[in-house]
């Protein structure tokens, strides 16, 4: 039985108001250029579902901004050719990616296949340039099959290139390359709010390079530019 002073309190609370409790908390952000780390703190290629990488139940690895500007990487190839799992030759002119003993047939930019096909030998298009890392964010690679995300399922894996998204903050940066071989390369990367107002934000990339090869035909000069607009629809 318990004492009476102990109901007494009880009923003392239960009469009374409670202080209020306030929390808050950072909403965590997607981009991995705003954290200036080697992780993030979510991803959806594997899932669909905005995951940490220690919750995906499948081998998943990331590539944010920060280790492609440690490493120099402004090529898929580059970014690539040391994560885990995944196994890089050339066939032809063509770079090829291999994960579990299969090759990775289609590169997504956004979660959407993109015109850059591994294992096309007429591709139309400049892989080189449609793949420069400028342009993205992060590159999330899932290592077997992706069921819940692609039709074709394909055994080998998925590369997943997250492309860079206008930001709140402004935004400036610049950067130049240049190495022994030859190669000249300059870009510049800018954001921010184009109307406070009317909720609109923009960013811009340009990318110049300037590149020697020892391969006939593969000199000349690479210029890229991107950019994108999202507009805020309510406060929400």
């Not at 994560?83 to 997504?108: M, P, V, W």
């Amino acid at each position: 039985m318990l004492p009476v002073s102990t109901f007494a309190d009880v009923n003392t609370v239960q009469e009374g108001r409670l202080a209020d409790v306030t929390v808050t908390a950072n909403r965590r952000s997607l981009r991995s250029d705003s954290s200036n780390s080697y992780t993030v703190p979510t991803m959806s290629t594997a899932t669909g579902l905005p995951l940490a990488p220690k919750d995906t139940p499948q081998s998943v690895s990331v590539i944010t901004r920060k280790q492609m500007d440690d490493s120099g990487a402004t090529t898929l190839e580059d970014a690539l050719k040391t994560t885990t799992g995944l196994n890089i030759y050339k066939q032809g002119f063509q770079t090829r990616f291999q994960s579990r003993g299969f090759d990775i047939a289609q590169i997504s930019e956004d979660g959407v296949n993109s015109t850059v096909c591994t294992m096309c030998g007429n591709n139309p298009h400049d892989a080189k340039q449609l793949t420069d890392t400028a342009l993205y964010d992060r590159i999330e690679v899932v290592r077997g099959a992706t069921g819940l995300r692609k039709a074709q399922s394909e055994p080998g894996g998925s590369i997943n290139a997250i492309r860079k998204r206008p930001t709140a903050a402004p935004l400036l940066e610049f950067d130049a390359i240049a190495d022994r071989f030859g190669t000249l390369r300059t870009s510049a990367d800018v954001s921010g709010f184009l109307s406070r107002d009317n909720g609109l934000r923009g960013r811009a990339v340009a990318v110049l390079e300037k590149n020697k090869s020892w391969r006939k035909n593969s000199d000349g000069n690479k210029g890229i530019i991107y950019g994108v607009i999202d507009k805020q629809v309510g406060e929400n």
